[in-house]
């Protein structure tokens, strides 16, 4: 599988383990605290990313300041992910397990506490911007630590535990912040969470040990002075198209913004080609060279857009349609987000029984019934049936994550983990900014002309369409063997 390295008494790395053959069947106890450390530091740094959503109207009223100035607390966050995570890769392989985590818990801590005592609305999004270079590197860290740290057995159960930060706390933001906006001012929103995520770096600095080695590799600063306009572009023109609602259609600078991303994009992609040949790229692409794991991500893009869409355009029939409060809403969303967490290693330890095809077929099939059942939604459907067919939506779409994710890295050599992970998450924040840019603007489209209810239906149907594409995708899906550190087959 990989040489696995841990600290030695002085904190250098020495090799403890070897080769495939020899990968341990049950995990050191050491290895099970470090990733128990990163999957809760991961949960909590994904739960800040949701908790503002409802938070954007009290900021208006005691911030003074209008609706799109707002939306940047959202956009910005989701920009600085965007264009960190690609550089993710360069970031694990060159410097030590330890090192990494204090980095990217270190700006999450030192984001959060800036949030809690900002005076006032530039401050606050410094700090937002801040909190998500450090969220941007922690699930990267995670998924590349787990292919590092644990026998292929077990990866699919480890996984399905990190379906549980990747879901549940999504789920759980709009829930939380809307009971502490109940009680609290708006800072409590970050004082609350930045005790766990002190505690988290805390035991970090304490217990973590270096994981694989770090590797001398040289910065192209042409390839991340790149990453801004090409991720950054089409994150922020998705994001304009999706926020302006596409009602007078998309503004000229969300169009600008999207023709300077894909051109950069295509620049960048080109940069990386070349540099493979001197073996010093930000962001290897050869992880494309293996089948499963080119599937995997294209199934992953597809769940992620159906996926962001729910998160969006429920609460928006919830609250626009029946009238619910933030706080109602929130609890009608938390049964499917609970459901998709506590599934997760359950759905992992099936998945390594049976291998991806079975679920990928069921869940995604799931995905496309509900997403249809969704787009029949009207004035008068009962709560209770909205909130069966959210559960199963999060059904469908955990029968998806954890297979796609661990058959999608399975295949790759070590030196290929840490990109391929990159990879994914970076397809996962562009695929969540396009899911909400597309559907947001048929809503809006629609709704100006043939009311809310018809808006709503015709963004849930476009939806629906998008999800058959993760039907074909599942069918394809295989059981993948891990690779030698040399090479690796891309069944």
Same mark, same amino acid.
């Given at each position: 599988?990989?040489?696995?390295?841990?600290?030695?008494?002085?904190?250098?790395?020495?090799?403890?383990?070897?080769?495939?053959? !020899?990968?341990?069947?049950?995990?050191? &106890?050491?290895?099970?605290?470090?990733?128990?450390?990163?999957?809760?530091?991961?949960?909590?740094?994904?739960?800040?990313?949701?908790?503002?959503?409802?938070?954007?109207?009290?900021?208006?009223?005691?911030?003074?300041?209008?609706?799109?100035?707002?939306?940047?607390?959202?956009?910005?966050?989701?920009?600085?992910?965007?264009?960190?995570?690609?550089? *993710?890769?360069?970031?694990?392989?060159?410097?030590?397990?330890?090192?990494?985590?204090?980095?990217?818990?270190?700006?999450?801590?030192?984001?959060?506490?800036?949030?809690?005592? !900002?005076?006032?609305?530039?401050?606050?999004?410094?700090?937002?911007?801040?909190?998500?270079?450090?969220?941007?590197?922690?699930?990267? %860290?995670?998924?590349?630590?787990?292919?590092? %740290?644990?026998?292929?057995?077990?990866?699919?159960?480890?996984?399905?535990?990190?379906?549980?930060?990747?879901?549940?706390?999504?789920?759980?933001?709009?829930?939380?912040?809307?009971?502490?906006?109940?009680?609290?001012?708006?800072?409590?929103?970050?004082?609350?969470?930045?005790?766990?995520?002190?505690?988290?770096?805390?035991?970090?600095?304490?217990?973590? *040990?270096?994981?694989?080695?770090?590797?001398?590799?040289?910065?192209?600063?042409?390839?991340?002075?790149?990453?801004?306009?090409?991720?950054?572009?089409?994150?922020?023109?998705?994001?304009?198209?999706?926020?302006?609602?596409?009602?007078?259609?998309?503004? *000229?600078?969300?169009?600008?913004?999207?023709?300077?991303?894909?051109?950069?994009?295509?620049?960048?992609?080109?940069?990386?080609?070349?540099?493979?040949?001197?073996?010093?790229?930000?962001?290897?692409?050869?992880?494309?060279?293996?089948?499963?794991?080119?599937?995997?991500?294209?199934?992953?893009?597809?769940?992620?857009?159906?996926?962001?869409?729910?998160?969006?355009?429920?609460?928006?029939?919830?609250?626009?349609? &029946?009238?619910?409060?933030?706080?109602?809403?929130?609890?009608?969303?938390?049964?499917?987000?609970?459901?998709?967490?506590?599934?997760?290693?359950?759905?992992?330890?099936?998945?390594?029984?049976?291998?991806?095809?079975?679920?990928?077929?069921?869940?995604?099939?799931?995905?496309?019934?509900?997403?249809?059942?969704?787009?029949?939604?009207?004035?008068?459907?009962?709560?209770?049936?909205?909130?069966?067919?959210?559960?199963?939506?999060?059904?469908?779409?955990?029968?998806?994550?954890?297979?796609?994710?661990?058959?999608?890295?399975?295949?790759?050599?070590?030196?290929?983990?840490?990109?391929?992970? !990159?990879?994914?998450? *970076?397809?996962?924040?562009?695929?969540?900014?396009?899911?909400?840019?597309?559907?947001?603007?048929?809503?809006?489209?629609?709704?100006?002309?043939?009311?809310?209810? !018809?808006?709503?239906?015709?963004?849930?149907?476009?939806?629906?369409?998008?999800?058959?594409?993760?039907?074909?995708?599942?069918?394809?899906?295989?059981?993948?063997?891990?690779?030698?550190?040399?090479?690796?087959?891309?069944?």
């Amino acid at each position: 599988m990989s040489t696995e390295v841990s600290s030695n008494a002085s904190g250098q790395p020495g090799p403890v383990a070897a080769a495939p053959s !020899a990968a341990p069947e049950k995990m050191s &106890r050491e290895s099970v605290t470090i990733i128990a450390t990163l999957l809760v530091a991961t949960f909590v740094v994904i739960l800040n990313e949701t908790i503002m959503n409802v938070a954007l109207q009290r900021l208006m009223v005691d911030l003074r300041v209008d609706a799109p100035t707002v939306q940047w607390l959202s956009t910005g966050f989701m920009l600085t992910m965007a264009v960190v995570i690609p550089t *993710t890769g360069f970031i694990l392989q060159s410097l030590s397990t330890r090192a990494v985590f204090m980095l990217a818990m270190g700006l999450f801590a030192g984001g959060t506490a800036l949030a809690a005592v !900002a005076p006032g609305f530039e401050v606050l999004l410094l700090a937002r911007i801040v909190q998500a270079g450090g969220t941007a590197i922690m699930l990267p %860290l995670l998924m590349t630590t787990i292919l590092t %740290l644990v026998p292929l057995a077990k990866r699919g159960a480890v996984m399905g535990n990190v379906s549980i930060a990747i879901s549940v706390a999504p789920a759980m933001g709009p829930t939380v912040s809307g009971l502490i906006l109940e009680h609290f001012t708006w800072r409590f929103m970050f004082v609350f969470v930045l005790p766990v995520a002190l505690a988290a770096l805390a035991i970090g600095a304490k217990y973590l *040990t270096n994981v694989g080695e770090t590797e001398k590799t040289k910065l192209d600063f042409l390839s991340v002075l790149l990453t801004v306009p090409a991720f950054g572009g089409l994150v922020y023109g998705l994001s304009q198209i999706g926020g302006h609602g596409g009602q007078s259609g998309p503004s *000229t600078m969300a169009i600008a913004a999207l023709v300077i991303g894909v051109a950069s994009l295509t620049v960048f992609v080109l940069r990386q080609l070349r540099l493979q040949k001197s073996e010093a790229p930000l962001l290897d692409l050869r992880a494309f060279n293996f089948r499963m794991f080119t599937v995997s991500v294209l199934l992953m893009v597809v769940a992620m857009m159906a996926l962001f869409g729910g998160v969006i355009l429920l609460p928006l029939y919830l609250q626009e349609i &029946r009238g619910l409060g933030s706080l109602e809403t929130g609890l009608a969303l938390l049964p499917g987000g609970l459901a998709m967490g506590l599934l997760g290693p359950f759905i992992g330890r099936l998945f390594d029984k049976v291998g991806p095809l079975p679920l990928t077929v069921t869940g995604s099939v799931l995905m496309v019934l509900a997403l249809w059942q969704f787009s029949m939604l009207d004035a008068g459907t009962p709560v209770w049936w909205i909130i069966t067919l959210h559960v199963g939506l999060s059904f469908g779409l955990a029968l998806l994550f954890t297979p796609a994710f661990t058959t999608g890295l399975n295949p790759l050599p070590p030196h290929l983990y840490s990109h391929g992970s !990159a990879i994914m998450s *970076t397809a996962q924040q562009v695929a969540g900014a396009a899911g909400t840019a597309l559907l947001v603007s048929i809503f809006a489209v629609v709704s100006a002309a043939s009311g809310l209810v !018809a808006g709503m239906s015709a963004a849930f149907l476009t939806a629906t369409v998008i999800a058959l594409a993760a039907v074909v995708l599942s069918a394809m899906m295989r059981k993948t063997d891990g690779a030698a550190p040399g090479h690796g087959a891309g069944h």
